[in-house]
């Protein structure tokens, strides 16, 4: 019995430590003066931060980033919300439908969407193929499983019949049923989706750099390119990444423990 | 039950369903699906066409189609080499991940502090959206040449990691997709973990096998399908990842995405009809691993009654 217990401590010890000493490692990078040569940074200082986030590159990227992720977060979500409930109640038969399209996704590498899209609509020439809104379409592509799924489940966890045929005795329309009834009894799951498509693009790094590259530069090519040219302030910029992946994962499980459902898992291409 | 609707129609004088009435629920059924027509266009314009389009594309040469030209001249040894690689890579690493991850798994699940299974499923539920650019320089920090670890390794254990190992190699790569790959085996293997009953071991183990003997014959048949359907995910994941690999190694590695991509910016004098046989060939191996995921996870699903 000990040895078994001993056993899961190592694997539980293995675990955290490669899960935790690149990120420690990062932070503590970032506020090193010179970390080049000794076992310990020569000591501490904040000028990397500084330096990093005066720039007026680092606002724009982030502003851009913040745009496309919120975009396509609203794009997912008007695209995906009236078509499941839709399905839900009045065309069950095209649910198989739906699942499918909503999970091609999946495998389809991010390259590999760039060169479809491209090869499709290049002829409509560079200033349509190679513009933010191409890459917050080609962004919803990436995010509708990640949007479908939890709202799907948060309409299998309501009687959205009982609901829908309520309202409409008393009166409501399509629109006011899924607005004001049904839209606020699947809150939970267009917010876990929603903050799933908002951590995906945050750090979307494929689509952005073959689609729109330097025309819109966002976050993650910005972070790229300072790791070719200055590490220490690359590493403030992966820290605000890894922040902002942290601060949604926590909202997410926190959002799932409040609702009481399983979460879906989140699994996307890197 | 809707289904045969349309049959009885055609037959009026055995249906008890009036004529204009069927044709009215027909219209009605139409009308009905017009509503998923936003949803649908979207999957056509976005998804559907593009992906038809260069599978189209990759039997096209200089105007010549059907022609099987582009996958001949992919059958160039860089492009070969680059296909190799990338199997290779996610081979390692769905292999590792699905290994380390039920290790890790199982330690988590029969774990008595509470406090540890939540926290250490937490940060694995963190751990696998963490990736791309940042994931791969958190690594070079880590484990470059003069990385924190690298360091430590050198200076108080006399261990030197470079030129023997390099982060910015096949290998390293590895290391950073483990980080990924790892977690979501855990969270992937979690609910099956957690199916085994304990009556299943005792009632072995009353029987006289040992535990080895229990878990050969008994646990991990049972969790035969749950871990091939992750082993194919994985695969699937790593094979098509490219934001990891590009900012760890750049161009110098070959693997099919970064191929792909330097087609693509126009980098390699390479006709562009390679790209698409390439893409055409990576699809359908997604596909496969996607495929058997689905077959394999809803296989997994029958011990979970």
């Known amino acids: ?270 | 039950m809707e289904r045969w609707r349309p049959t009885r129609s055609s037959n009026p004088g055995s249906s008890t369903i009036p004529r204009g009435e069927s044709l009215r629920a027909r219209i009605k059924s139409l009308s009905a699906w017009s509503a998923l027509i936003p949803f649908l266009l979207f999957a056509l314009a976005l998804e559907v066409v593009p992906i038809l389009t260069v599978i189209a594309s990759s039997f096209r040469t200089e105007g010549v189609w059907p022609t099987l030209e582009n996958y001949r001249e992919a059958t160039a040894p860089l492009i070969v080499r680059s296909f190799v690689n990338t199997i290779k890579l996610s081979t390692a690493t769905a292999g590792l991940g699905v290994i380390l991850g039920t290790l890790v798994s199982h330690a988590i699940a029969t774990s008595r502090n509470r406090y540890i299974r939540e926290a250490t499923t937490a940060l694995a539920d963190v751990a696998t959206n963490f990736g791309g650019a940042p994931l791969a320089f958190a690594f070079i920090v880590t484990l470059g040449s003069t990385g924190v670890v690298t360091q430590v390794l050198l200076k108080i254990f006399g261990i030197s990691l470079y030129p023997g190992f390099r982060i910015y190699s096949i290998s390293g790569l590895v290391l950073a997709y483990l980080y990924f790959q790892m977690p979501l085996m855990v969270l992937l293997i979690q609910p099956s973990l957690l199916g085994l009953r304990k009556e299943w071991r005792e009632a072995s183990l009353t029987l006289g096998a040992s535990s080895l003997q229990y878990w050969l014959r008994i646990g991990l048949p049972i969790l035969g399908p749950a871990l091939l359907g992750g082993f194919l995910l994985l695969f699937a994941h790593s094979f098509g990842a490219y934001a990891t690999a590009w900012t760890l190694t750049g161009p110098d590695i070959n693997l099919v995405t970064i191929q792909i991509a330097a087609l693509i910016r126009g980098e390699v004098q390479l006709e562009p009809g390679i790209a698409d046989a390439m893409a055409t060939a990576s699809l359908f191996i997604m596909a496969v691993c996607v495929a058997g995921y689905q077959w394999a996870s809803a296989r997994a699903g029958r011990w979970m009654e």
């Open chain 1, 1 to 270: 019995m000990r040895s078994s217990s001993l056993g899961r401590w190592l694997v539980i010890g293995f675990f955290l430590t490669y899960m935790l000493v690149p990120l420690v490692a990062t932070v503590a990078f970032s506020f090193a003066i010179r970390w080049d040569r000794t076992i310990l940074p020569e000591g501490l200082t904040v000028a990397w931060w500084q330096a990093v986030t005066a720039r007026r590159a680092f606002v724009l990227t982030l502003t851009h980033t913040i745009i496309v992720s919120l975009s396509t977060m609203t794009v997912c979500a008007l695209l995906v919300t009236p078509t499941a409930y839709w399905a839900h109640i009045r065309v069950p038969r095209a649910k198989p439908l739906i699942d499918l399209l909503t999970t091609l996704p999946f495998g389809i590498p991010g390259v590999v969407l760039a060169l479809a899209l491209l090869r499709t609509y290049a002829r409509f020439g560079g200033a349509i193929v190679h513009s933010p809104g191409m890459l917050i379409l080609a962004c919803s592509v990436i995010g509708l499983p990640f949007m479908y799924r939890p709202v799907v489940n948060a309409l299998n966890a309501v009687d959205i019949r009982t609901l829908t045929e309520a309202a409409q005795t008393l009166g409501a329309g399509w629109g006011t049923v899924l607005v004001r009834v049904i839209v606020p009894n699947i809150m939970p799951g267009i917010v876990s989706g929603a903050l799933l498509v908002f951590s995906l693009v945050f750090v979307e790094f494929t689509l952005a750099n073959l689609l729109v590259g330097a025309r819109y530069k966002t976050f993650p090519i910005y972070l790229v390119e300072f790791t070719r040219f200055d590490g220490r302030q690359a590493s403030a910029l992966a820290v605000i990444s890894f922040i902002i992946a942290w601060l949604t994962s926590l909202a997410l499980i926190r959002l799932v423990r409040r609702a009481g459902g399983p979460r879906e898992e989140a699994i996307g291409a890197r």
